[in-house]
């Protein structure tokens, strides 16, 4: 099934990593596939570092006039896969992450063998800024449905981040895309719930073919301001909101207790205590909205709890 049916593309800003990103990618031992860079207006010379690999890689560089991913990452991520062009499939790379070697070729051989799924996953180890590998992460079922993938994941039991996963491009278009959230926060967890719900999730097996996503602290979700935690903090509850009109409106069980639900939302709650951004939260809290009314209950106790906290402690 190969000729050039997967595109893989990088919504590029930082400099410090672009080059051992597409290093290697250069050194898959299987190179059909196009990559497809969007330059988010960034003040790096990325051209320079790209042009290198121009006669190993088959690929596509646009430079953006403006900068948008610092505003809308999604809408980042949507003009980048506008660069595509009939490839079947895409995933959705970063500037900083690294692929081992036979990935592309394990992903094909997969697909061979299962055709019928519309998102597949490579597991994911976490590195830091010098390659070190700082945590295995637990590898996935063969297969996984979208209910058992967010009851994995906000269990603590699995990872996921967006450059591990390869999404049929018809399908991903047919499902509406990227799910937008602020900061693109719980995007990704959102768009692999929407695509996998109909066939679940297969996952690439064999050696040398994880994703290695990098922690370098660059990264807009390891951002610690007060501004960008409110943010994220939003986020995660529309985030919540939307997994349970999503499970609730296609039948399906909701896969999360609300005691589980309650510690992610009020994780990001907590470090906001003490500053003025707790109080902003309070009208989307209010307008938390799960089709259990156990679930509003807990969330909203437990967010006056905290608020009364950091009225005693501010």
């Given at each position: 099934m190969k000729n050039d049916n997967l595109a893989i593309i990088i919504p590029a800003y930082k400099a410090e990593y672009l080059e051992q990103t597409l290093k290697?990618?250069?050194?898959?031992?299987?190179?059909?596939?196009?990559v497809y860079i969007g330059d988010d207006c960034s003040p790096y010379r990325l051209k320079n570092i790209i042009e290198k690999f121009s006669a190993s890689i088959?690929?596509?560089?646009?430079?953006?006039?403006?900068?948008?991913g610092k505003d809308n990452l999604v809408e980042q991520w949507n003009r980048c896969l506008s660069l595509m062009h009939d490839e079947e499939f895409f995933c959705m790379f970063s500037d900083d992450d690294l692929m081992e070697p036979d990935c592309v070729r394990r992903f094909y051989?997969?697909?061979?063998?299962?055709?019928?799924?519309?998102?597949?996953?490579?597991?994911?180890?976490?590195?830091?800024?010098?390659?070190?590998?700082?945590?295995?992460?637990?590898?996935?079922?063969?297969?996984?449905?979208?209910?058992?993938?967010y009851e994995d994941l906000f269990n603590e039991r699995i990872d996921a981040r967006m450059p591990e996963f390869i999404f049929r491009t018809r399908h991903f278009l047919k499902s509406g895309g990227f799910v937008n959230f602020i900061q693109a926060y719980r995007s990704?967890?959102?768009t692999v719930i929407s695509c996998a719900y109909e066939k679940g999730i297969r996952t690439v097996p064999g050696p040398y073919s994880k994703i290695l996503w990098r922690d370098s602290g660059m990264n807009i979700s390891s951002s610690r301001t007060t501004e960008d935690l409110f943010k994220q903090s939003k986020a995660n509850i529309q985030f919540f909101n939307w997994a349970h009109a999503y499970f609730h409106g296609h039948g399906g069980k909701y896969p999360v207790t609300p005691e589980t639900e309650k510690k992610h939302i009020m994780r990001f709650v907590k470090s906001l205590l003490g500053h003025i951004?707790?109080?902003?939260?309070?009208?989307?809290?209010?307008?938390?909205r799960p089709h259990d009314f156990r679930y509003s209950v807990r969330i909203l106790h437990g967010f006056l709890k905290l608020l009364l906290r950091g009225r005693h402690t501010s």
């Open positions: 290697s990618i250069a050194g898959q031992s299987d190179k059909h596939f196009k088959n690929l596509e560089y646009v430079r953006f006039d403006t900068n948008m051989e997969t697909v061979e063998s299962y055709p019928e799924y519309d998102v597949y996953h490579f597991d994911i180890d976490i590195i830091n800024n010098d390659n070190t590998v700082q945590k295995h992460c637990t590898p996935y079922d063969s297969e996984m449905s979208s209910g058992k993938f990704d967890n959102a951004a707790i109080r902003r939260l309070m009208s989307d809290i209010l307008k938390y």
